[in-house]
């Protein structure tokens, strides 16, 4: 699974916020593109949302645009996905993982080289 571990998953109500954590190791992260995808019961492994190398460049899955917001901190090797309005429909395991380039556009399911080993969201309503 690499060097990516996620953290900070649980269980939440709908309406409710939950802030995400990747903690990546190697000297390389600022380098390259990182994107959070998730997969819930049930259903494929889908992207929700990329990040530049920089933190300069983001996009969205459509299902999440204004809710969840991507970010990273380089100099503490970190990627976090900050979720708020949250729904069933999002519970999943939310992955991060590591792109090939450092353009949000590498960011896609079959692309990336590294992958956390996930965190559980649960959304209760």
């Known amino acids: 699974q690499g060097q990516l571990v996620e953290s900070g998953g649980g269980l939440v109500q709908a309406g409710g916020s939950l802030r995400l954590s990747c903690a990546a190791s190697?000297?390389?992260?600022?380098?390259?593109?990182m994107g959070w995808f998730r997969q819930a019961p049930g259903k494929d492994r889908e992207f929700v949302a990329a990040i530049s190398w920089g933190g300069g460049g983001t996009r969205y899955a459509d299902y999440v645009k204004g809710r969840f917001t991507i970010s990273r901190d380089n100099a503490k090797n970190a990627l976090y996905l900050q979720m708020n309005s949250l729904k069933p429909d999002d519970t999943a395991v939310y992955y991060c993982?590591?792109?090939?380039?450092?353009?949000?556009?590498?960011?896609?399911?079959?692309?990336?080289?590294?992958w956390g080993k996930g965190t559980l969201v649960t959304v209760s309503s």
């Open positions: 190697g000297r390389s992260f600022s380098s390259y593109a």
């Open positions: 993982a590591q792109a090939s380039g450092d353009s949000t556009l590498d960011v896609r399911l079959g692309a990336m080289d590294y």
